[in-house]
């Protein structure tokens, strides 16, 4: 095994919560009437919550739930990023049961499954659900409790929320506190998350508070909030709500809701966030707008030279990037200064190219598992190509590293699962003998403890010469060597006793380059291309198999490519 | 309405706009990616007046059905 060497890195000065609930406690009493989150809507109306009413509200939603027999039972909840999901979230987590985070872009028949495996006995869901609620139910007799976490409309099938929280405040005003007495178990279970299957079958990732808490102060640890901070990320994953939407309340950030995907920039532009949470295919595309805007109005030149120029200055210690940059920001609102991005490998040269502008791009690693964060770049430490440092009490180890000192990436810490929910065998194939979570991520660590990620031990490609080959090193080689590749998957497919055989590279490229040459020419070009990177490979990596896709690569909803259908599917596209 | 979607369309891929039909499959034709043609959906709403479903969106391959889905939309 082999750990990093000793940390030179100061971080910042947190205090560590018990739980939720003393956290929710903690934000009322010191950011009081303050605004925690807000949301906005179809007609830019902008709707306020405050961290006193926040607390208030869980409060009221837990003495309706446990006065209707819900105490200790596992409450589902699907629906977009807003102030009720994390009402509801926080008022069952926190006094009454377990929630289980569900995706809301599942089908339905997936959305049962799930359902059923977490054992959940309550399901709350917001107004896009309301087509197919009823047939959920159906398929789910165990559950009792269907609450409409969207705002009353006619509709009234399903009791809404702001029902019960109404009920809930008028027990409380009634002396029904009985639900408050006794503490917190901060090492039980408090949420069920499933991870999004990029590699099979779903598992129940079960998370206590204290695995919570723990990674909250290590995210504080690394990040000084500012005062507005945007959410475009789905509330369901634990790198949102984990970091983002606790953070806010850890650190009195004002948190923004995107209401849709399609109105991003829109969004940016009216709640002008100095900071947010995002995963690489965001950042690109962001990073590319500018670009084409800017040519659009004849600005890329300027745009170049004003680079170059502010690249100089800099060098002798003068950064005017606020002043010769601030036309870019007013499309992003202005104040957007800060990126945290995780989820996927992110393109050093993003990282590089915002900085350029002023724009701080600091990409983290985390997995589910691990509640999710494990090391970030940060204010204090960035380094583009790594994923940063671990944060204070999350250890990382390499295991069984080969003589570069690349081996699979191990974590040890209170923000690591409690196991798979019902599944003692995942659960004890993923630690080590020795009680370390094997992450499956192959990575090293080098300088001041920096951890860059490799590949993935589940992609490995074996051959029958008994040689390893990581995927991720070859499609690095790619991407590096070939401009007009997009996204590139390196597999090999399986001859007829099921063994690795050709290595094969999937590639979806540049639309401007296929335009330009032509779709037969480009496949022509892109295969000559390969032939040349596998010159510089080792002769069992060469790559046998070029092909290319018409689209790009099917991805979950944290936008990571579905590396188990590409056997099936990237011989379809080819 | 075809025009008003390739105007928007133009925005996010460089090609010439009389390459583009009905029959024109955003992601697979024009490669855009799903965060970018979610985005330029956005745009359409602002500049037509309407609501497209996102749910919706996700049936639509190609150009003229989601042409098709607007004016219906815009007759309702």
Not at chain 1, 183 to 203: R, V
């Amino acid at each position: 095994m082999r750990r990093g060497g000793k940390m030179a890195i100061k971080f910042n000065n947190c205090v560590r919560c018990r739980d939720l609930r003393e956290l929710v406690g903690m934000s009322a009493s010191k950011y009081g009437g303050n605004t925690a989150y807000k949301e906005i809507d179809d007609n830019h109306v902008i709707t306020e919550y405050s961290f006193n009413g926040l607390k208030s509200n869980t409060e009221a939603l837990a003495a309706y739930l446990t006065a209707h027999g819900m105490k200790g039972r596992h409450i589902a909840v699907i629906g977009q990023s807003t102030y009720s999901y994390v009402v509801t979230y926080l008022a069952t987590v926190n006094w009454v049961g377990v929630i289980v985070p569900i995706d809301k872009e599942l089908t339905e028949e997936d959305m049962i499954r799930l359902l059923h495996k977490s054992d959940a006995e309550g399901i709350f869901f917001s107004a896009a659900l309301l087509p197919v609620i009823s047939y959920i139910l159906e398929q789910c007799p165990k559950i009792s409790l269907a609450v409409n976490i969207s705002p009353p409309s006619e509709d009234r099938l399903y009791p809404f929320l702001e029902d019960l929280l109404r009920s809930g405040h008028d027990m409380i005003s009634g002396g029904e506190t009985e639900f408050m007495q006794g503490d917190l178990d901060p090492d039980a279970l408090c949420t069920i998350l499933f991870t999004s299957g990029t590699t099979g079958a779903n598992k129940g990732v079960m998370l206590s508070h204290r695995n919570i808490t723990a990674n909250l102060f290590g995210a504080m640890s690394l990040f000084l909030l500012p005062k507005t901070s945007f959410s475009v990320l789905p509330i369901n994953h634990s790198y949102e709500f984990n970091i983002h939407v606790l953070g806010a309340l850890y650190g009195g950030l004002c948190l923004c809701f995107n209401n849709s995907l399609k109105h991003v920039k829109e969004n940016l532009c009216i709640f002008k966030p100095e900071m947010s949470l995002m995963v690489p295919m965001i950042v690109q595309s962001l990073y590319t707008n500018i670009w084409k805007e800017s040519e659009k109005a004849g600005l890329a030149g300027h745009l170049r030279f004003g680079i170059w120029f502010s690249n100089l200055i800099r060098k002798i210690g003068i950064d005017n990037r606020k002043i010769f940059f601030f036309p870019i920001y007013e499309k992003l609102g202005g104040n957007l200064r800060t990126i945290v991005c995780g989820g996927a490998p992110l393109n050093p040269e993003l990282v590089r190219g915002f900085d350029d502008i002023g724009i701080s791009v600091y990409n983290g690693y985390g997995i589910t598992e691990c509640s999710p964060l494990i090391s970030s770049n940060s204010p204090l430490y960035n380094k583009p190509g790594s994923v940063g440092v671990p944060f204070p009490g999350c250890e990382v180890r390499i295991g069984d590293p080969n003589p570069e000192g690349i081996g699979e990436i191990q974590v040890r810490g209170e923000n690591v699962m409690l196991g798979y929910y019902k599944d003692e065998s995942a659960t004890c194939q993923s630690f080590t003998k020795d009680g370390w979570f094997k992450t499956g991520d192959l990575g090293c660590l080098k300088k001041k403890n920096t951890l860059y990620i490799t590949g993935r031990a589940k992609n490995l490609i074996i051959l029958a010469n008994g040689k390893n080959v990581h995927p991720e090193e070859l499609e690095e080689h790619l991407v590096s060597h070939i401009s007009y590749v997009r996204e590139v998957v390196v597999y090999a497919q399986v001859d007829e006793n099921g063994n690795d055989c050709i290595i094969t590279a999937a590639a979806y490229l540049d639309e401007q380059f296929v335009n330009e040459v032509g779709r037969d020419k480009a496949k022509v070009i892109f295969e000559e291309d390969v032939n040349k990177v596998n010159r510089h490979l080792a002769s069992y990596k060469r790559i046998a198999q070029a092909q290319v896709r018409e689209t790009e690569f099917e991805k979950t909803t944290t936008k990571k490519i579905k590396r188990n259908t590409i056997n099936r599917e990237g011989t379809k596209n080819a | 309405m075809l025009k008003i979607i390739v105007k928007d369309l133009l925005d996010y891929v460089d090609i010439d706009e009389s390459l583009i039909t009905e029959d024109t499959r955003p992601s697979t034709d024009l490669h855009l990616n799903s965060y970018d043609y979610i985005s330029l959906v956005g745009k359409l709403e602002d500049d037509i007046g309407i609501k497209i479903d996102e749910n919706e969106l996700r049936k639509f391959v190609t150009l003229g059905e989601l042409d098709a889905y607007i004016q219906k939309k815009m007759l309702e």
